[in-house]
Each structure stands twice: as structure tokens, then as C-alpha cells.
């Protein structure tokens, strides 16, 4: 598995440390979004700020993308290899009113939005509030 971990590091030009790949494990092993509190419990060891660090690492090379889900902390979820955070690769998250997981719904494309041609668009963050499946059972 290390040797899958440092390829996806590599394939974003990522240089592999022990850190990083401990980090990148514990993301794709997750099947919701997480915040860096939680990754600080998971690693109470690890100095905070290196979390913070590689975090902003990845988002900054794209293997991982952040979610403003209201919730008031910024959440974090591995994007697709193909990934390149074009318009195209926009999706929709869902949050659990129960559980507080957020969830990243890759196959529901965010719907294209037309401004006016005075208005530039920087971003945008479709959050779907409702029950997740392992809530519902």
C-alpha cells in the first residue's frame, strides 16, 4: 500500500515523507470528509502545525480538495486522480443533519451557473443537508 500512497504523492508532484503518506492513508480510508481537528485526534502526536501544512500541501496540488459545509470548521476529502478542479470536476457534498459527516457526491455534477457578464465567479459550494444512509438504518 505505501508504494500506491507515494505513487498518488508523486503523481501530483508531491515529495513523500512519513507524514504525508501516514496522512494521505487515514484520507483514503475515510468514506466522509475530514476536518483537521479530527486528524489531530488521530494523531495526537504529530506537531499541529505540520498537519495544517500538509493539508494546504495537498489542496494546493489537488489531491485533496476543502468543503465549507456551515458546520464551522473546514472539512477535507481526497479528489479523483482525474481531478484538476476545473468547473467540471465541481460536485455537490452532502451534510448529515444526524451524524454532522460530509459526504462527497462525485457523480452529481454541480449544475452550471450563468452570471451576468459584470459578475467573475471565483467559486462555488453546493452543500446537500439531509439523513445519510447509515443514519436512515
Known sequence: MKK???????????????MRELVLQVLIEQKTAISLSELEQ????????????TLKTFVNSKLIHSIDDGTGSVKYALCRDTCQCHPEDLHVHFLCT???????LN???????KLP????????????????????V
Request: hydrophobic share 30%.
Open 4 to 18: 500506491g500512497i507515494d505513487n498518488k504523492l508523486v503523481s501530483r508532484n508531491i515529495k513523500p515523507t512519513a
Open 42 to 53: 488521530k494523531f495526537e502526536q504529530a506537531d499541529k502545525v505540520t498537519l495544517y501544512r
Open 98 to 104: 444526524k451524524c454532522s459527516q460530509t459526504y462527497c
Open 107 to 113: 457523480d452529481i455534477p454541480v449544475p452550471e451557473i
Open 117 to 136: 457578464h459584470s459578475f467573475s465567479l471565483e467559486s462555488v459550494n453546493m452543500i446537500v443537508k439531509g439523513i445519510c444512509s447509515n443514519c436512515k
